[in-house]
């Protein structure tokens, strides 16, 4: 008697490999969330203004939009699982760089250098958890990013602990660098070793969030090719594609920035809560998102980006529309729930689109893509504070629910359920 063969099992190379994305995503965080507590006492060490150390921590989104379109060259010379690896180890020493700098101009200049490190990372990471997630044959990069999620809570965890008891930032900063640099080279072990192969040429037959998109009937039938434009070039559809993932990923980026920036604030000045409780509006956003990445993976292999990123816009725009139009403390908490939740899946769902667009270069549309979420964190935080300043917060965050109806306007681009024969 033939013992039964289980269809679906996961070798153990793609679970180590997993792992090994999981721990850079999760260092990425880690890194830079351990400097965000401390920040305060920095700009009081270096006797810098608040307009001086805001231009300062813009240095960090410059750099990424300067120099993070080197990434998708950096991947194909280098690897994705080198580039990501190596790439982490750096970003965690330019961040001791900018906590032991003695001046403003050369805590700028690190965070210039920690921005663009950080992107080229970032690229890479992603670049190689869709590599993981094509061998898969199923969504797992939503779930990457909700251990991102866990690195950032984390970082500020330490960080605040390291504030509290007083510990040399330098000190604190170093610790930090050599976890995360050990973490990641023992870590790089288990990635995929090798070249990246090309998403639209040799993984041809899945879909964009790696499951086999209508495989063929026969076995040892060929897997449908995805045509490139002449020369390999993107034809002017395929970029217009770009455009739509860039805005639905970026009506993300805005919704998150806008919890992190102006909850708080909100809740405080405008609807009177304490300190305490107007941290929930943040934490809420935050907790939700979280919740939505984790379980983001399988509602996306069950129904599909496209379903999925529809539905989350609809909960987003009730959930926090309905919060601004009858602003209550409690209204406006479970709002910023909703919101995180809705948009839990857009950034991972738009990678995955856009890193099997065909045209591009290895790596070059998720560059690209990434290029324009840096960007968009350069205009949402003055966007909303200068609504803000003009009529109100409450105003400004309506760019929440406007960023829903952005990404129902636009989810067709994403991919569909797809059903396996």
Partial sequence: ?????????????????????????????????????????????????????????????????????????????????????????????????????????????????????????????????????????????????????????????????????????????????????????????????????????????????????????SAGASAPRRRRGPLGAASGGTWLVLLALGAIAMSGTWVEDAGATWAASYLRDELGTGATLAALGFVSLQGMQFIGRIAGDAMVDRWGQRAVARAGAVIGLVGMGSALAFPTVWGTILGFGAAGFGVATLIPSAMAVADDLPGFKHGAALTYLGWLLRASFLVSPPLVGFIADSVSIRAGLMLMPVSAVVVLLLAGVLAPRVRTR
């Fill in 1 to 217: 008697m033939t013992s039964a063969r289980v269809p679906n099992a996961v070798p153990t190379r793609l679970r180590r490999a997993r792992l090994g994305v999981a721990l850079l995503f999760f260092t990425n965080a880690l890194a830079y969330a351990n400097l965000v507590p401390r920040l305060p006492e920095v700009r009081v060490d270096l006797g810098l203004s608040y307009t001086q150390f805001g231009v300062a921590i813009a240095m960090m989104p410059v750099g990424a939009l300067v120099l993070g379109l080197t990434a998708g060259a950096l991947i194909r010379r280098f690897h994705s699982a080198n580039v990501g690896t190596w790439g982490m180890v750096l970003l965690a020493m330019s961040v001791v760089l900018a906590g032991l700098a003695p001046n403003g101009v050369l805590f700028a200049a690190a965070l210039f250098l920690a921005g663009a490190l950080d992107s080229i990372a970032d690229v890479a990471q992603n670049s190689h958890g869709l590599r993981v997630q094509r061998e898969y044959g199923r969504s797992i990069l939503n779930g990457m990013h909700g251990i991102w999620s866990i690195g950032a809570v984390a970082g500020g965890l330490m960080g605040g602990a390291a504030a509290g008891l007083g510990l040399d930032l330098g000190v604190h900063l170093a610790v930090v660098a050599v976890i995360v640099a050990t973490v990641n080279i023992v870590g790089h072990r288990w990635l995929l070793p090798g070249a990246d192969p090309r998403a639209d040429v040799e993984a041809g037959g899945h879909d964009a969030h790696g499951s086999p998109a209508d495989a063929p009937a």
